[in-house]
C-alpha cells in the first residue's frame, strides 16, 4: 500500500528558482491538502483540494500555486522560491470519513 | 481565535509512567472530530487516535487514549506505560464537519521526551 507519495524528500533551492513538489495518492481520496510545518508553528495549510478540478486556499498561500488535474495528483509549485518558504512541507489527503493520511514531508531550503 | 490550543511546548515523563498532553479546542459547530498524530524525530506524521464529537465514550487505542470533555472543549491525549519510543512530538487537530471539504487545523504540538 503506497497511501500517499510526496517528492522529494530534500531539495536545495536558489533565491528566485522555481520548483514543483510532487505529492500523490492511491486511496481514491477527494480531500487533498498541502500544509508546512515551521519551529513552533505546528501544521499550516498553504491549499487544499476537495476533488478533481476544485482547489482553495489555505491560511498562508502566497508564493505556491497548486493545481488537481487528477483524483490522485496535487502538485506544490513554488513560483519563485523566497528564504522564508524555507520549511518542511507535507502532503495530505483524506475522505470525508478518514483521519488524514500524510506523505513522507519534503525539507526545502531556500539559500 | 485559534481552533486548536496546545499550551505544553514541552513535556516530560519517566519511562513506564503516563503522562497527559492537553488539547483544547475551539468551534461553533455541533459535527466534528478530533484527532492525534505523533512525529518523531524522523518527521513523518502517524495518526494515533480519532474522537467524534457525537461519540459518548472516551477513544482507546492500546496505550492511547483520549480525554473527552465536551463542555470544556477539551481533548487531551493520555499515554499510559510511557516508552523510550514514544518520545516524540505530538499534535492535536480538528476537523469541522461531516464533509470531505472541511480542513483540519492543527495545534503547534507538544515536545514529549520519556525518560529512562
Known amino acids: 500500500n503506497a497511501g500517499v507519495t510526496q517528492t522529494p524528500k530534500f531539495q536545495v533551492l536558489k533565491t528566485g528558482q522555481s520548483m514543483t513538489l510532487q505529492c500523490a495518492q492511491d486511496?481514491?481520496?477527494?480531500?487533498m491538502s498541502w500544509y508546512r510545518q515551521d519551529p513552533g508553528m505546528g501544521l499550516r495549510l498553504i491549499h487544499y483540494s476537495v476533488g478533481a478540478g476544485i482547489t482553495d486556499q489555505g491560511e498562508v498561500p502566497n508564493g505556491y500555486n497548486v493545481s488537481r488535474s487528477t483524483t490522485e495528483d496535487f502538485p506544490l509549485r513554488l513560483l519563485s522560491a523566497a528564504p522564508s518558504q524555507t520549511s518542511v512541507y507535507f502532503c495530505?489527503?483524506?475522505?470525508?470519513?478518514?483521519?488524514?493520511?500524510f506523505g513522507q514531508g519534503t525539507r526545502l531550503t531556500v539559500v | 481565535a485559534q481552533k486548536i490550543t496546545q499550551t505544553q511546548p514541552g513535556m516530560f515523563v519517566q519511562e513506564k509512567e503516563a503522562v497527559t498532553l492537553d488539547c483544547t479546542y475551539d468551534?461553533?459547530?455541533?459535527?466534528?472530530?478530533l484527532f492525534w498524530y505523533k512525529q518523531p524525530s524522523s518527521g513523518e506524521m502517524i495518526f494515533l487516535i480519532y474522537?467524534?464529537?457525537?461519540?459518548?465514550q472516551n477513544a482507546t487505542e492500546g496505550r492511547y487514549s483520549l480525554n473527552f470533555q465536551k463542555a470544556r472543549k477539551s481533548a487531551n491525549l493520555v499515554i499510559s506505560a510511557s516508552q523510550l519510543g514514544d518520545s516524540a512530538m505530538y499534535f492535536c487537530a480538528m476537523r469541522e464537519g461531516l464533509g470531505a471539504g472541511n480542513q483540519f487545523y492543527f495545534g503547534t504540538g507538544t515536545s514529549l521526551t520519556v525518560i529512562p
Open positions: 495530505a489527503s483524506s475522505n470525508s470519513l478518514s483521519e488524514a493520511f
Open positions: 468551534t461553533s459547530d455541533q459535527s466534528y472530530g
Open positions: 486511496m481514491n481520496h477527494e480531500y
Open positions: 474522537q467524534g464529537s457525537y461519540d459518548e
